[in-house]
Antibody, heavy 121, light 110 residues
Framework: QVQLVQSGAEVKKPGASVKVSCKAS????????ISWVRQAPGQGLEWMGW????????NYAQKLQGRVTMTTDTSTSTAYMELRSLRSDDTAVYYC??????????????WGQGTLVTVSS | QSVLTQPPSVSAAPGQRVTISCSGS????????VSWYQQFPGAAPKLLIY???KRPSGIPDRFSGSKSGTSATLGITGLQTGDEAHYHC???????????FGGGTQLTVL
């Protein structure tokens, strides 16, 4: 069965960086993309970007351009999301989700369990 | 402020039918597929509807989706207490070049 297992919770200081991993299993990793979505406490969902696990092409939300990098390691079927220059409003649960390889805007059919990132001095 | 507009909450009695609306614009809903997600407290979202009205395997046919113009609707029939959750709509926005979501709707089954 398809599973996305994310790394554990992180606590970071403002200005630091965080790198969240998302290990996929149960499907051919390079046949899909991975989207990252975050959810601040009590808020709605915010799409951060998408990466093709086939060729590494990325599509980032303009709001996060320059602070976010998404990568994949096809040898371990793992996706990574790094967010730099963290601010308090980056405190959120970060989700990875399986996406279409064709386009960033299609449905997200399987989700990781979420990783809480807390930014606090 | 979300790009897609959903009612903050809806409620209905067990066994009844409820609809949740998702309002957008020509740059998002009108020209792109809409998805719906169900989220329980403390859990990850789960895909309920994709491509406006298709259900993934395992999703009961009590859940349905539709789209007309710049709005989409999620319908749930035969409400059960286990349907109490947050429901989110999402789609691509061609002008912003991002996936956009509604603010989410809390469903209460009275």
């Amino acid at each position: 069965q398809v599973q996305l297992v994310q790394s554990g919770a992180e606590v970071k200081k403002p200005g630091a960086s965080v790198k969240v991993s998302c290990k996929a299993s149960g499907y051919t990793f390079t046949s899909y993309g991975i989207s990252w979505v975050r959810q601040a406490p009590g808020q709605g969902l915010e799409w951060m970007g998408w990466i093709s696990a086939y060729n590494g092409n990325t599509n980032y939300a303009q709001k996060l351009q320059g602070r976010v990098t998404m990568t994949t390691d096809t040898s371990t079927s793992t996706a990574y999301m790094e967010l730099r220059s963290l601010r308090s409003d980056d405190t959120a649960v970060y989700y990875c989700a399986r996406a279409s390889i064709a386009a960033a805007g299609l449905a997200l059919d399987y989700w990781g369990q979420g990783t809480l990132v807390t930014v606090s001095s | 402020q979300s790009v897609l507009t959903q009612p903050p909450s809806v409620s209905a009695a067990p066994g009844q039918r409820v609809t949740i609306s998702c309002s957008g614009s020509s740059s998002n809903i009108r020209n792109n597929f809409v998805s719906w997600y169900q989220q329980f407290p403390g859990a990850a979202p789960k895909l309920l509807i994709y491509e406006n009205n298709k259900r993934p395997s395992g999703i009961p046919d009590r859940f349905s989706g539709s789209k007309s113009g710049t709005s989409a609707t999620l319908g749930i029939t035969g409400l059960q207490t286990g349907d109490e959750a947050h429901y989110h709509c999402g789609t691509w926005d061609s002008s912003l070049s991002v996936v956009v979501f509604g603010g989410g709707t809390q469903l209460t089954v009275l």
